[in-house]
């Protein structure tokens, strides 16, 4: 006990219970989870979960992702830790964007950002699309080489990221890195990308062949920050059809996303690309 005081120890039982909410928070795959898991992996009654919850969301520690309803751990939380590097912020602007985006194409979208070598579906709508074949996509990892988003998002990098990607890559041990390690394919890859002006992925991706899509990046200051794609059947589209179709439509989000940022320039750390 730090004092005698009742109120002086309710304070202080407040700030454990809010910070035990937010340990519990990172031990989910991707900082996210239920309210019901939460009360579970804390022990604490519903009601005080989400009244700390609620608390914590209006500090912005925590928000309540829009394409699921699952509780995530927000920007802010950064503040208490050098090492933080979530980059959920940026589904938090682009989330208007995809569900203008749905309406636009019918086919569901992902907003991605990397980590590491990979790209991680932030925000999706395939939850809210009818014409989805993957409910349960935001937190899923993608390969760069061989899905349109990674594509998009390493044909924008500087080289000196670039360089640092690929060489990530080729330390691994899965197809992407001998992919890496072929430099003539990469090398055409990213051309034929930088030509088109978007991201193509004809069910290349070994994991997903029953899937294509296009992206473009989400640039911020001369820098992609990630990708937000179109994804549709192979066997529907092929990747120039849905270009003609939707890039449009995807270009518009894209733009929208930009202005956001731009207009918040700074007050989300919006040049971490990391």
């Not at 898991?37 to 520690?61: F, K, M, N, P, S």
């Not at 014409?131 to 899923?140: D, E």
């Not at 080489?145 to 640092?164: F, K, N």
């Not at 092929?238 to 207009?263: M, N």
Request: with cysteine; hydrophobic share 40%; net charge neutral.
């Amino acid at each position: 006990m730090i004092s005698g005081d009742a109120n002086d120890y309710a304070t202080v039982r407040g700030l454990v219970r809010g910070l035990d909410l937010l340990r519990a928070l990172n031990t989910f795959e991707g900082g996210r989870c239920t309210l019901a898991d939460l009360v579970r992996e804390t022990g604490l009654h519903r009601t005080t979960v989400r009244r700390l919850l609620e608390t914590l969301i209006a500090e912005q520690y925590v928000r309540r992702s829009e394409s699921d309803g699952r509780y995530c751990l927000a920007l802010r939380v950064r503040s208490l830790s050098e090492g933080f590097t979530d980059d959920d912020w940026i589904s938090s602007l682009a989330a208007p964007a995809l569900a203008e985006l749905l309406t636009a194409v019918l086919w569901p979208s992902d907003v991605s950002t990397p980590q590491g070598a990979r790209m991680v579906i932030r925000e999706s709508t395939h939850r809210f699309s009818q014409l989805s074949f993957h409910r349960a996509m935001v937190g899923q990892s993608m390969p760069m080489l061989t899905t349109a988003a990674g594509r998009a998002y390493l044909a924008h990098c500087p080289p000196d990221v670039l360089d640092s990607l690929l060489a990530l890559m080729r330390d691994q041990d899965d197809e992407q890195a001998r992919l890496a390690r072929d430099e003539r394919f990469v090398a055409r890859l990213l051309e034929r990308t930088r030509e088109r002006g978007y991201g193509a992925n004809d069910a290349e991706w070994d994991a997903q062949r029953k899937i294509g899509a296009i992206a473009l990046p989400v640039m911020h200051q001369g820098r992609p920050l990630g990708s937000l794609n179109v994804v549709y059947l192979a066997r529907a589209l092929k990747s120039d059809e849905a270009a003609r179709r939707h890039l449009p439509a995807l270009r518009h989000a894209v733009q929208r996303v930009e202005a956001q940022l731009a207009a918040d320039d700074g007050g989300a750390g919006a040049g971490d690309s990391r």
